[in-house]
Every structure is written in C-alpha cells, then in structure tokens.
C-alpha cells in the first residue's frame, strides 16, 4: 500500500480523543479551548448530546458521568500517564487497575486507574560491616534483683551487664522516606480533542 491510498488529515488536526500536554501557566480558560476544539482534562461531566464525537470515542471510559445524559472527561491532574499493557506483561497489576470515577473503565482497559505503589529493589540493600556489637542492659540501680533478708530472692548480678554479641535483637527505623515513589517528572495541564 503506497501512503497516496491513507486518507489525509490537514496539518494541524487532531483526532478526537488525542490527549497532549498544555503547558500555560495562567489560570485555564476552558471557553478559550472549547473554542479551539479541545477540554481540559479535568474529570467533569458533560453532555453526551452537545459533545457526540468525543462521547463516540471515548464513551464512559472515564466515569458514566449521571448514567444516561452526561459522561465524565478524563481527570488527569497530579497523575502521570503510562500505555495500556494489552497483555504485554510489563504492568503485572493491569488486572487490578480500578475505575476513575464511578461507570469508568478498570482493569486492562484505556482509563483506569493505579494507586502508588513501590516494588522491591532489583539490587539487594546490604547492611554495613560494623560486626558483632552488644547492647548494655541497665538495670535498676545496678542491680538484677536485691537481697532482701528472709526471702528467697537473690542478686543476679551486681552491675549492669551487656547483651551478647549474638543475640536475637532488632533495630528500628524512626523516620525516613519520601511521601511516594516516582520517576522525575514536570507540571503540565492535560487537554483532549473533542471535535474534529
């Protein structure tokens, strides 16, 4: 097939339903876009009638909107995009992706959605080589148990003492982290085409 047989599309379309980033700074101006053919992808529902083409592609993908007359646009703020699997095995969780908004899409389907999550380190952490090391065990005033005369108590030992090296003992971790996991990434406003 010579590429003179694919249909055309005009220099500067878009196919509705493409999604691209938006970058303004200034406050947006959903009438400005809705003039230009395109919505800010900010998850409010619109009407099914008003909009048939973008509805025609992208249905309830997004949320079912009231269930009969409106259907929901992508909401895509805080949110970085990643490609359907289609059952290629590179997102292991793709059968357990929920839906956006109530009537959206889950599973492996374009729309759904995943919470943070952070996977074991293919490189094992390692613990440093500090060695054996012990603990002291304070006790109260020096001592394990005091001599009382008459009873059947006796002094374990006469001092604090130290754990032995070996021991079973753990350590806890106080603080650290960051809030979520994530790979570098910059701010953009997300708009969809919803005419031709």
Not at 90 to 114: F, H, L
Not at 148 to 162: A, K, L
């Amino acid at each position: 097939m010579s590429d003179m047989s694919l249909p055309l599309v005009p220099r500067g379309h878009f196919v509705v339903g493409t999604v691209v980033p938006y970058a303004t700074g200034a406050p947006i101006d959903e009438n400005f876009l809705e003039e230009q053919g395109w919505m800010y992808c900010n998850g409010r529902m619109i009407s099914r009638s008003d909009y048939p083409d973008l509805f025609a592609v992208i249905g309830t993908l997004h949320g079912g909107g009231d269930g009969t007359s409106t259907f929901t646009l992508p909401d895509y703020r805080g949110y970085l995009l990643r490609g359907v699997d289609d059952h290629t095995g590179r997102d292991p969780d793709a059968g357990s992706r929920t839906e956006p908004a109530p009537g959206g899409a889950s599973g492996n389907r374009c729309g759904s959605r995943q919470g943070h999550a952070t996977a074991r380190p293919q490189t094992a952490f390692a613990l440093d080589s500090a060695g054996n090391h012990s603990h002291q065990a304070r006790t109260p005033q020096g001592y394990s148990a005091r001599a009382v005369i008459g009873s059947y108590r006796s002094i374990w030992n006469d001092d604090d003492v130290e754990s032995n090296s070996g021991g079973n003992h753990h350590h806890t971790v106080d603080e650290g982290g960051d809030a979520e996991t994530r790979p570098g990434n910059a701010y953009v406003n997300f708009i969809i085409r919803y005419r031709a």
